[in-house]
């Protein structure tokens, strides 16, 4: 497999936006590019597609079979050069230790391109790059790239001292404030609210044009083998025949392996836009709300007639309607905003949700469905939410869930007749035994 990790020693050191000028940079020589994610992320993928003109797929080691995820990227990845974000930092996995990018990275036999913040280091760069380099003898890192360099002087130590350990220098980035992302409760503003997109992923190639060694990083990655007869595994089933899925800046967290497992096994999709007051299509059985910023939107998804009528018209002829964080929050009768307004939702499910009062939740699930017609085998899934449940009315749970260490969570979701949802983000089919 054609293939490199950006990985770092930890979050913040800034390998989202060398990804990206990498991933640019790269398109500019031509390179077709397959981009991924490793972890639970909706908001960095959409920069990766921006940045190289691809799909950008998730890859999971906690929440994913090895079987799937073998799969996918060798699909993906055929023919191209799959380039792989890491998570956090290369070794930092769920609660109970496992799932990092290095176990990602052992598993799909990638090398590790380390990016290393150096704003208040200089020497013991060497110690930290060693440390990471010797920690385990199934994950290989291939070199460095040096982030946020204060000047020549600062280079030359930070080389010198690589340089004894033999370790590759593959870029020196300068500190720089046009390399900045903004960003909000659950991570970076989304890729489509960025206004200035284009030409900061233009500035970001740029520079690594100029300060990386991209010849060395396509070397690194090694030849990308022909086409080959690729291995089909199957994720979670589909919900429906035909799938109307919400997408726009409400509703922007869907997974594309997800969505691309469902039309793989026969199901059609069509897209539509609550927030341009569009209903799902007519001749849909199943209706999927995803996650996303339903909050910052509350006002406009509450005045959206169409989306309304349409989605309680699919829901009244007995299509299925699911929802997912956000999307669930939506089904619900009322969601609270920010300021403490309440706004009118679908009124599909018993549910009134809020953002006035934050806390967070976070982390690894497994799931058993309480609802075997809809769910008819155990799924992972995360949850990353800041909205808390003000009230719920009677209704079947949908699942029960427990976290990363076994520990149960009790029940989750609510299901009303063919509208069902819950704060759960799902992923795959979890492994018979997990």
Not at 73 to 100: K, N, P, Q, V, Y
Not at 322 to 340: I, S
């Amino acid at each position: 497999m054609s293939g490199l990790m950006i990985a770092a020693p930890a979050s913040g050191s800034g390998k989202t936006v060398v990804t990206l000028g990498l991933m640019r940079a790269l398109k500019r020589r031509g390179q077709t590019l397959a981009p991924g994610k490793a972890g639970p992320d909706y908001i960095d993928p959409a920069f990766h597609s921006a940045a190289s003109g691809e799909t950008c797929f998730n890859f999971d080691p906690w929440a994913m079979r090895p079987d799937f995820l073998l799969a996918q990227a060798e699909r993906h990845g055929s023919g191209r050069l799959l380039l792989i974000e890491a998570m956090m930092g290369l070794f930092d996995g769920a609660a109970d230790g496992s799932g990092s990018a290095g176990d990602l990275a052992a598993l799909l036999g990638l090398p590790v391109v380390l990016v290393v913040d150096c704003a208040k280091t200089s020497q013991s760069v060497a110690a930290l790059v060693s440390g990471f380099a010797a920690y385990r003898a199934d994950v290989r890192v291939a070199g460095v790239i040096l982030n946020r360099v204060g000047s020549d002087r600062h280079e030359a130590m930070l080389r010198t001292a690589l340089d004894a350990i033999r370790m590759p220098v593959l870029g020196a980035i300068r500190s720089d404030v046009g390399l900045a992302l903004p960003e909000r409760h659950l991570g970076l503003v989304q890729a489509g609210e960025h206004g200035a997109l284009e030409s900061f992923v233009g500035h970001a190639a740029d520079v690594m044009e100029r300060c990386c060694d991209l010849d060395q990083l396509v070397v690194l990655a090694g030849r990308a083998p022909g086409p080959a007869v690729l291995p089909v595994v199957s994720s979670i089933a589909p919900i429906g025949q035909h799938i109307a899925i919400a997408r726009d800046m409400a509703f922007a967290f869907s997974y594309a392996h997800l969505i691309e497992g469902w039309r793989g096994q026969g199901a059609e999709v069509s897209f539509f836009s609550p927030l341009a007051d569009e209903a799902p299509s007519a001749d849909a059985d199943a209706v999927y709300l995803p996650g996303g910023y339903p909050e910052l939107h509350a006002g406009a998804l509450a005045s959206a007639a169409s989306f309304r009528t349409g989605t309680q018209s699919a829901a009244q002829r007995g299509a299925l309607i699911y929802g997912e964080c956000g999307g669930y929050m939506v089904l619900g009768d009322a969601l609270v905003d920010g300021e403490g307004v309440s706004h009118s939702m679908l009124g599909l499910l018993p549910l009134v949700t809020s953002y006035a009062v934050r806390k967070r939740h976070l982390g690894y699930r497994r799931l058993t469905s309480l609802q075997p017609d809809l769910f008819s085998v155990p799924l992972t899934a995360h949850e990353f939410h800041y909205s808390t449940v003000v009230s719920e009315g009677a209704a079947d749970r949908l699942f029960a869930a427990e976290d990363a260490l076994g520990e149960g969570l009790g029940v989750a979701g609510l299901r009303r007749g063919n509208v069902f949802g819950s704060y759960m983000h799902l992923v795959d089919i979890a492994e018979t035994g997990a």
